[in-house]
């Protein structure tokens, strides 16, 4: 199995950029597709992005879509999230996530089987 750690959060203000980091260990990340997720307090795990396993596909949410792109460095085992024009509405705590489905991008959370311990991101207004 795959472990997988997020970095990059931090508070930044509205209109600014951040670029998530999500390291795999254990077993190599090109096994696997890749997606990012968002939670904001008293709200559910909501989809982000994600991307396939050698990065030719990649899909994100209506929300996000000209804003954030998704990418990742098979060999260097890791996968991103570009972040740019940053809304208060972002803030959240961002998880990568791993799945060993194929087919088109999953969206769902429970599509998913491994994941991250999660990195915070505030933007400030």
């Known amino acids: 199995q795959v472990q997988l750690v997020e970095s990059g959060g931090r508070l930044v203000q509205a209109g600014g950029s951040l670029r998530l980091s999500c390291a795999a260990s254990?077993?190599?990340?090109?096994?696997?597709?890749m997606g990012w997720f968002r939670q904001a307090p008293g709200n559910a795990r909501e989809f982000v992005a994600a991307?396939?396993?050698?990065?030719?596909?990649?899909s994100h949410a209506d929300s996000v879509k000209g804003r954030f792109t998704t990418s990742r460095d098979n060999p260097k085992n890791t996968v991103y999230l570009q972040m740019n024009s940053l809304k208060p509405e972002d803030t959240a705590v961002y998880y990568c996530a791993a799945t060993t489905m194929w087919g088109t991008p999953r969206t769902s959370p429970t599509e998913y089987n491994y994941w991250g311990q999660g990195t915070q991101v505030t933007v400030s207004s």
């Open positions: 254990g077993r190599t990340v090109s096994s696997y597709a």
């Open positions: 991307i396939s396993r050698n990065g030719g596909i990649t």
